[in-house]
């Protein structure tokens, strides 16, 4: 290239130009001749730099793995995308960088959309990354994973930060998609189960670029203005069902950090059933879908009114009993005597009272003629014993004991005389002339009496001697010896021989017989030593 | 007694009492108990009868005051919001 030959002008940086401008292009290619021509490595660099911009297409997407990424304090990303063979070099501006949903790291398999141009000052090719996207929904599920390990141990996700739920709010807000499935649900329940309330609508996109920013300045605004819109009860925030790229927003680090934020209690309802997101995991109540949020947050106005109604019965059937109590106890009281007749108790007591005066009255009376009657009594036995009254008995006893005396003695004197008139007459009587007179007379009688009864007595005796000598004569020996019995008897000693062994041979026994008597000697010839008895 | 909840509280024509619908029905359920168990005294009792039927009316009045409102919002100012005046739902029930 000769030195008076201009270089080109360099292109503007215009990543949408697919084709070079009229007035570039690349100097024809020559041999090699001389130094003459060289290149500058401007006009080198500018050329590959204008060669590239021709030839490549504004935005490209790449696949590969991050390397080397490093965020220098300016802010713009700087790494390096590469695959198992090659490599090249990448940079992401700072803007475009803050609005990456996920955390690059090195080793992470990303798609990364941008626009390849070339750094003239260095000669370097650049990948001039607008967007960047992890590949496959393993990355994404692995972002996911991150963020959420991040935040919980941040603690967003405690318990304790959860805030309740008003039991009966009147105000809500709702940040979703106007025109998606979800606020007709959350719409369609609140009508159908608790119509008195407003609802305030923050219309956002759910997903795609800009909408975790959208979502997460819709809960920031209103937690800022909720007192000038009268208050606000309860936040939901969701949308309807989807992938998981589309449900991405809410699992943005904006999103979560400012539900993390809000005063207001948020209930997050984010597609179906199974899907959880990091909002859900953030906000102070998940619902599994738009409806059960709805359910969530407002109660069922039937209930309500049927609870109210339950208590107004209760109410009233413990005021009829309280009062049919009440009621019941007077009615007891009404019917106690002292209502119906007070009067009567008074009566009875009167007349009680009057009988009492009247005994009272009898009794001090009889007290008193009792005491009168004692007193009289008293009054006569003082009478009685009073001196001149005790003179006169004296003198009277004394006069009735003089009688007496007098009386007595008389009586002594006459019976005196009387013995004395007796004991004369005793006397008289045993005088000794008539007294013996009386003895010869007397001592006649016995003399007789007593000859009388001894001959009665001898003639009894001798009577008796006769009849004792008759019966002695019957049974005295005479008798028997006459009729030739006989008596012998030793002549020894006189005994009488009633026992032939009485006897031995050569004995002498005298025998008597009824006249007459003789004496003999016994021969005996019998054995003596057989007849040797002790004799009787 | 039900805690304060955050930014929002219950029904604003309970509150006159200063009470919210939860702490109404609470209230109610006291009295009902304290009437039933008849150890108050009967004036006592009367008085929270009267006390109890005004709190049925006026929870009633609560639950039937308005109906259901849509409004939407708009960003107004540098972070707050405001009512979108032209183009609201409007209401529905």
Not at chain 1, 285 to 308: G, K, Q, S, Y
Not at chain 2, 18 to 44: D, N, P, Y
Request: proline share 5%; with cysteine; glycine share 8%.
């Amino acid at each position: 290239m000769t030195a008076d030959r201009e270089p080109p002008r360099r292109p503007p940086f215009d990543p949408r130009r697919v084709r070079p401008g009229p007035d570039e292009s690349l100097p024809p290619r020559r041999g090699g001749q001389g130094d003459d021509d060289a290149l500058t490595v401007s006009s080198l660099n500018t050329l590959i730099r204008a060669a590239v911009c021709r030839e490549f297409p504004s935005e490209l997407k790449v696949g590969g793995e991050l390397s080397n990424v490093s965020r220098p304090s300016g802010g713009h990303v700087y790494f390096t995308l590469k695959d198992a063979a090659s490599e090249i070099r990448c940079v992401m501006w700072r803007s475009d960088a803050a609005k990456m949903r996920f955390d690059a790291a090195d080793g992470l398999e990303v798609i990364a959309t941008g626009t390849l141009d070339v750094y003239e000052p260095r000669g370097q090719y650049q990948l001039y990354v607008r967007r960047m996207a992890p590949r496959g929904v393993g990355a994404l599920e692995l972002a996911f994973r991150r963020l959420k390990d991040k935040l919980q141990a941040q603690g967003l996700f405690d318990s304790a930060r959860k805030k309740p739920l008003p039991a009966l709010p009147r105000r809500i807000a709702v940040v979703t998609s106007p025109t998606g499935a979800a606020i007709r649900d959350i719409l369609q329940t609140i009508l159908r189960r608790f119509p008195r309330v407003s609802v305030f609508l923050y219309p956002v996109r759910v997903q795609g670029d800009g909408a975790a920013e959208q979502i997460a300045d819709a809960i920031r605004r209103i937690n800022a203005s909720r007192e000038s819109l009268g208050g606000i009860d309860v936040l939901i925030v969701g949308r309807g069902g989807g992938s998981l790229e589309d449900l991405w927003a809410f699992n943005e680090e904006s999103v979560a950090r400012a539900i993390a934020a809000s005063r207001i209690p948020i209930v997050s309802a984010v597609g179906h059933e199974v899907d959880f997101t990091i909002a859900d995991f953030v906000a102070d109540v998940r619902a599994a879908t738009p409806t059960a949020a709805a359910e969530l947050v407002v109660p069922v106005l039937a209930d309500l009114l049927a609870a109210i109604d339950d208590r107004r019965r209760q109410l009233e059937s413990a005021g009829r009993r309280q009062w049919e109590r009440a009621r019941s106890r007077l009615a007891v009281a009404e019917r106690c005597e002292w209502f119906r007749d007070p009067l009567g108790r008074l009566r009875q007591t009167r007349q009680w009272l009057d009988e009492a005066a009247g005994r009272l009255e009898l009794a001090v009376a009889q007290c008193r003629s009792a005491a009168a009657a004692e007193l009289h009594a008293r009054e006569r036995r003082l009478w009685r014993v009073r001196p001149e009254a005790e003179l006169q008995r004296r003198r009277r006893l004394l006069t009735e004991q003089a009688h007496r005396l007098l009386s007595a003695a008389g009586q002594a004197h006459r019976r005196a005389e009387r013995r004395l008139a007796v004991a004369r007459g005793d006397l008289m009587a045993a005088s000794p002339r008539r007294g013996a007179d009386q003895w010869r007379l007397l001592w006649g009688q016995c003399r007789d009496r007593l000859l009388a009864g001894q001959a009665r007595y001898f003639a009894d005796r001798a009577g008796r001697i006769e009849v004792l000598g008759d019966r002695l004569g019957a049974g005295s020996h005479e008798s028997i010896l006459r009729r030739g019995f006989s008596i012998t008897t030793m002549v020894t000693n006189r005994r009488v021989v009633r026992r032939a062994r009485d006897v031995r041979s050569g004995d002498k026994v005298q025998t008597r017989t009824a006249e007459g008597s003789f004496t003999s000697r016994v021969a005996d010839d019998r054995q003596p030593e057989l007849f040797d008895d002790e004799p009787a | 007694m039900p805690p304060d909840r955050g930014a929002g509280k219950d029904s604003d024509s309970v509150a006159q009492g200063k009470m919210t619908f939860e702490q109404a029905m609470t209230r109610l359920e006291k009295i009902v108990e304290s009437i039933e168990q008849g150890k108050i005294g009967l004036e006592e009792s009367i008085k929270q009868f009267e006390e109890g039927m005004s709190l049925v009316q006026r929870c009633r009045s609560v639950l039937a005051e308005a109906d259901l409102k849509i409004q939407n919002l708009q960003a107004a100012g540098a972070d707050g919001v405001a009512i979108d005046r032209g183009e609201s739902a409007g209401s529905q029930g």
